[in-house]
């Protein structure tokens, strides 16, 4: 069984621009979520994705949008990025949705705006 | 609302030390409750879970009991490692709208001397 993947690990980008993280869920999983962690705190919940449809958000504004492929695969989609945006990023999948369970994490990505 | 509340640290110990890291919970219905471990650098990983009243989740020697008298879910170690240094996430998963998230406490930092 495969893990929690995600693409690249690190990223450093300039206020304003957009960026694109990546994600490929475990095998078997047919939910994506997705987290953000500021330094020093515990990861806050951006939304969540099943049957590439966004399945319910966190408390995060709509430049942050996400997508979900038949493969399970899935990405994070950041506009007009903001200093604040700086964080680690993690994707985690689970199975199934509607039911309170145990999602898996990946290694995250480390973005940084300048 | 749910939230999870945990002991703040750091927390130092020397090897071979007796390890407890508290973690109450706030939540509506019947959560899973879980401690997640980070690594320097890493993602986070699941250590344990448990998903109901008096459930005891273990793993590598960790272990945590499902205490909904009073809501807690502390995790205890009997004798500890140098490579136990990481931090450690108490959570709970919850249903928002039909999708599952998972609730952060801010995390504890655990430093173990040689």
């Known amino acids: 069984e495969t893990g929690v993947t995600q693409s690249p690990t690190h990223l450093i980008k300039t206020r304003g621009q957009q960026v694109t993280l990546r994600c490929s869920s475990q095998?078997?999983?047919?939910?994506v979520s997705w987290y953000q962690q500021a330094l020093g705190q515990g990861p806050q919940f951006i939304f969540q994705?099943?049957?590439?449809?966004?399945?319910g958000r966190g408390n995060f504004p709509p430049r942050f949008s996400g997508l979900q492929f038949p493969n399970y695969s899935s990405e994070l989609n950041v506009n007009a990025l903001e200093l604040d945006d700086s964080a680690l990023y993690l994707c985690?999948?689970?199975?199934?949705?509607?039911?309170?369970?145990?999602?898996?994490f990946g290694p995250g990505t480390r973005l940084t705006v300048l | 609302g749910n939230s999870v509340t945990q002991m703040e640290g750091p927390v130092t110990l020397s090897e071979e030390a007796f390890l407890t890291i508290n973690c109450t919970y706030t939540?509506?219905?019947?959560?899973?409750l879980f401690w997640y471990v980070q690594y320097p650098g890493e993602g986070l990983q699941l250590l344990l879970k448990?998903?109901?009243?008096?459930d005891k989740g273990s793993n590598k020697g960790f272990e945590a009991t499902y205490r909904k008298e009073t809501t807690s879910f502390h995790l205890e170690k009997g004798s500890v490692q140098v490579s136990d240094s990481a931090v450690y996430f108490c959570?709970?998963?919850?249903?928002?709208?039909?999708?599952?998230?998972?609730?952060f406490g801010s995390g504890t930092r655990l430093s173990i001397r040689p």
């Open positions: 959570a709970l998963s919850a249903l928002y709208s039909s999708a599952s998230k998972i609730i």
């Open positions: 985690a999948s689970g199975s199934p949705a509607g039911v309170a369970d145990t999602q898996y």
């Open positions: 448990a998903t109901k009243a008096d």
């Open positions: 939540a509506t219905g019947y959560p899973s």
């Open positions: 095998s078997g999983h047919n939910t």
């Open positions: 994705y099943y049957r590439e449809e966004e399945n």
